[in-house]
């Protein structure tokens, strides 16, 4: 049987002057904004934020210069996304451009769609949606059934995408159509395209809202969308291959365990607060050892992990049990915070720790499906086990 291999890897040196820049400017953007609002971290869209981000060289820091970017190490990259996200900023609007679909098109793309896109994406000005998952098609990519026909000049689509984060505010969506059915085989006939959310006639953004009453994610229909020939990506029938390896770029980074930070930071205040001996009532201080012993753990975890992809080798097996133990992680913060500090969650009024206890309470179930639910992983560890 294999086994999983998570060398240790530390920062080097040199990135603690980055992570005092980071750290100065983030004090000063952050300043008012409400720990409620930090809570939703890369859920939370601010596109000025994001240029502010791009001209400090902070978005497509490992990517060619050639394209905007500032061919800096993953580790670089690493402290950035670390700092971003335990201080709660809105990164949301250049997330998945900066971390899935600039490095997609830049593997798969063009280099027309390169030279077009990357730089502006860069600079915090272009923003992307993912269009995977349908009605019938989640976990099972392969059922995808939105059509994309070919015509004159490019291509017809037809049919429905469903969650598509932040297709509200998309420049363009990477959609995963199928130009071709061969009721034999799902997996090939299916394509990638790049689609120009902004200027395409027979596209309709309808926002769907979660648990907390946001509206992150949509449901988007297209009805005979034209998609020009060249903004397909990569090959045609290529699609599903090109699609395995988008989704490892999402697997493993800090925000597989630090989505649910800002509460464990709140829970710290809120103990702080109540003085005296409160840290120890309740076995408080031995509970926040525990989620802090486990937080180093996976940032580790998550380490190695980095180091791995920064040597070119391909830890998908350790992306995926980081992903899986990271929202074990956070989906239990609510419980043991509520367990702790015997408040109950509000909604829209109350301490900044019971906003954002009420904000998770709602919000984590869902972490365990996006980029992959704990069912599909563990299927892909086991595998990777050879258990399978
Ligand atoms: C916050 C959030 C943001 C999202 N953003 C996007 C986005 O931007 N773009 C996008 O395309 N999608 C997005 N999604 C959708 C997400 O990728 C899907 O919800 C997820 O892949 C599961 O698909 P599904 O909802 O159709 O559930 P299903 O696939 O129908 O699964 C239902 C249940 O069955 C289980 N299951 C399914 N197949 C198997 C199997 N083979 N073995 C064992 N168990 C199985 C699943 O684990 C799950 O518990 C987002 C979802 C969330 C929650």
Same mark, same amino acid.
């Given at each position: 049987?294999?086994?999983?291999?998570?060398?240790?890897?530390?920062?080097?040196?040199?990135?603690?002057?980055?992570?005092?820049?980071?750290?100065?400017?983030?004090?000063?953007?952050?300043?008012?904004?409400?720990?409620?609002?930090?809570?939703?971290?890369?859920?939370? $869209?601010?596109?000025?934020? !994001?240029?502010?981000?791009?001209?400090?060289?902070?978005?497509?820091?490992?990517?060619?210069?050639? /394209?905007?970017? =500032?061919?800096?190490?993953?580790?670089?990259? /690493?402290?950035?996304?670390?700092?971003?996200?335990?201080?709660?900023?809105?990164?949301?609007? =250049?997330?998945?451009?900066?971390?899935?679909?600039?490095?997609?098109?830049?593997?798969?793309?063009?280099?027309?769609?390169?030279?077009?896109?990357?730089?502006?994406? %860069?600079?915090?000005?272009?923003?992307?949606?993912?269009?995977?998952?349908?009605?019938?098609?989640? $976990?099972? &990519?392969?059922?995808?059934?939105?059509?994309?026909?070919?015509?004159?000049?490019?291509?017809?689509?037809?049919? *429905?995408?469903?969650?598509? $984060?932040? %297709?509200?505010?998309?420049?363009?969506?990477?959609?995963?159509?199928?130009?071709?059915?061969?009721?034999?085989?799902?997996? %090939?006939?299916?394509?990638?395209?790049?689609?120009?959310?902004?200027? *395409?006639?027979?596209?309709?953004?309808?926002?769907?809202?979660?648990?907390?009453?946001?509206? =992150?994610?949509?449901?988007?229909?297209?009805?005979?969308?034209?998609?020009?020939?060249? +903004?397909?990506?990569?090959?045609?029938?290529?699609?599903?291959?090109?699609?395995?390896?988008?989704?490892?770029?999402?697997? !493993?980074?800090?925000?597989? /365990?630090?989505? !649910?930070?800002?509460?464990?930071?709140? +829970?710290?205040?809120?103990?702080?607060?109540?003085?005296?001996?409160?840290?120890?009532?309740?076995?408080?201080?031995?509970?926040?050892?525990?989620?802090?012993?486990?937080?180093?753990?996976?940032?580790? +975890?998550?380490? !190695?992990?980095?180091?791995?992809?920064?040597?070119?080798?391909?830890? %998908? &097996?350790?992306? $995926?049990?980081?992903?899986?133990?990271?929202?074990?992680?956070?989906?239990?913060?609510?419980?043991?915070?509520?367990? @702790?500090?015997?408040?109950?969650?509000?909604?829209?009024?109350?301490?900044? /720790?019971?906003?954002?206890?009420?904000?998770?309470?709602?919000?984590?179930?869902?972490?365990?499906?996006?980029?992959?639910?704990?069912?599909? @992983?563990?299927?892909?560890?086991?595998?990777?086990?050879?258990?399978?």
């Amino acid at each position: 049987m294999q086994a999983f291999r998570f060398d240790l890897c530390e920062l080097p040196g040199e990135t603690k002057g980055l992570r005092d820049d980071v750290r100065a400017f983030l004090a000063k953007e952050l300043a008012n904004v409400p720990a409620v609002t930090r809570a939703q971290t890369w859920s939370g $869209s601010d596109p000025e934020f !994001s240029r502010k981000m791009g001209a400090k060289g902070w978005i497509a820091m490992t990517w060619p210069k050639k /394209y905007g970017g =500032h061919e800096r190490s993953a580790f670089d990259r /690493y402290v950035v996304l670390e700092e971003m996200l335990a201080a709660g900023a809105p990164v949301g609007a =250049h997330w998945i451009g900066d971390r899935q679909s600039g490095p997609l098109l830049m593997r798969f793309g063009t280099e027309e769609q390169r030279q077009k896109i990357l730089p502006r994406v %860069a600079k915090g000005e272009c923003y992307f949606c993912i269009g995977m998952s349908e009605p019938d098609s989640g $976990s099972d &990519l392969a059922a995808t059934r939105t059509r994309a026909e070919k015509v004159e000049g490019g291509y017809k689509v037809n049919g *429905t995408k469903l969650w598509t $984060s932040g %297709a509200h505010t998309a420049h363009y969506m990477i959609g995963l159509f199928r130009t071709h059915l061969d009721p034999q085989n799902k997996h %090939a006939g299916l394509t990638q395209f790049l689609v120009d959310m902004k200027t *395409t006639d027979g596209i309709t953004v309808r926002p769907i809202k979660d648990l907390a009453g946001k509206s =992150h994610f949509n449901e988007v229909v297209f009805q005979d969308a034209f998609v020009p020939d060249d +903004m397909m990506v990569g090959t045609e029938g290529g699609g599903w291959n090109q699609v395995t390896a988008e989704l490892a770029f999402e697997r !493993s980074g800090p925000e597989r /365990y630090l989505s !649910s930070f800002i509460l464990m930071v709140e +829970m710290i205040r809120e103990l702080e607060k109540r003085g005296g001996g409160s840290f120890d009532e309740r076995g408080g201080a031995r509970e926040i050892g525990r989620l802090v012993a486990h937080l180093v753990t996976l940032r580790q +975890m998550s380490l !190695s992990v980095a180091g791995m992809l920064d040597k070119g080798e391909n830890p %998908a &097996l350790e992306a $995926s049990v980081v992903k899986d133990l990271g929202a074990i992680f956070e989906q239990d913060m609510p419980v043991r915070a509520h367990e @702790l500090l015997g408040m109950e969650p509000t909604v829209g009024a109350g301490s900044d /720790y019971e906003q954002v206890l009420g904000y998770l309470t709602q919000t984590t179930p869902s972490f365990s499906l996006r980029g992959g639910t704990r069912e599909i @992983l563990r299927g892909i560890i086991a595998r990777g086990l050879g258990l399978r």
